[in-house]
């Protein structure tokens, strides 16, 4: 469903993708792990058009997407949740979801009443300002408001960053849950348990480059590789 074809994306002068490749089939949970500053948030704004790379393809559904804004990505299916989860601060939870609403061509099963039923917590807290969100709270938001514009494919990036462990255990449940209703979802992470427990396989990214990718059995069973790449 995405494909990723040797990028290299830079910041100005700054090379931080060195021919980062990887691939996503349809309907899988594909974790990309790595250290902070290892390039995970980079690649995931190379594949979204928020930071373009300068060589190498990214196909969506067999289609060139190389360097496509992302108004026209989110179009065409792809959802995106950012690490700093920029919501609208001073917007009410309801209003948030209401302005991010998108008919879509893609599974179309995304309203807000469907996702306050998915995620619970947010039909009590409709009225309130996403400025006074908890972190776990702004966090389910975020996904909300990249599923009601209906993708088929998500973009999550480090979304268990910050939060509590009882809240980071229900987030997961509920990214599982998605795939379970048909969505195709691309992971960065560097809480490597989290990830390891809900994929199906993992690239692992140092230094802007992929140095491992494999089954999540393997890369669970494989101590020596994580521990060179994912330890502090």
Known sequence: MLQVDKIHTFYGLSHILFEVSLEVRKGEIVTLLGRNGAGKSTTMRSIMGLTPPRMGT??????DITGRKPYQLARQGLGYVPDDRRVFADLTVGENLNISKRDSTGLGMWDKEGLYDFFPALRHIDSRKAGFLSGGEQQMLTIARALI???????LDEPTEGLAPMVIR????????????GLTVLLAEQNQ????????????????????????????????????????
């Open 58 to 63: 990214i196909r969506f559904k067999g289609k």
């Open 149 to 155: 514009t209906n993708p088929e494919f998500l973009l």
């Open 170 to 181: 229900d987030l997961g449940e509920r990214i599982v849950k998605l795939k379970e209703k």
């Open 193 to 232: 348990k989290v990830a390891l427990d809900m994929s199906d396989r993992g690239y692992l990214i140092d230094n802007g480059a992929i140095r491992y990718h494999g089954d999540i059995e393997d890369l669970k069973k494989n101590e020596e590789i994580r521990r060179k790449y994912l330890l502090v």
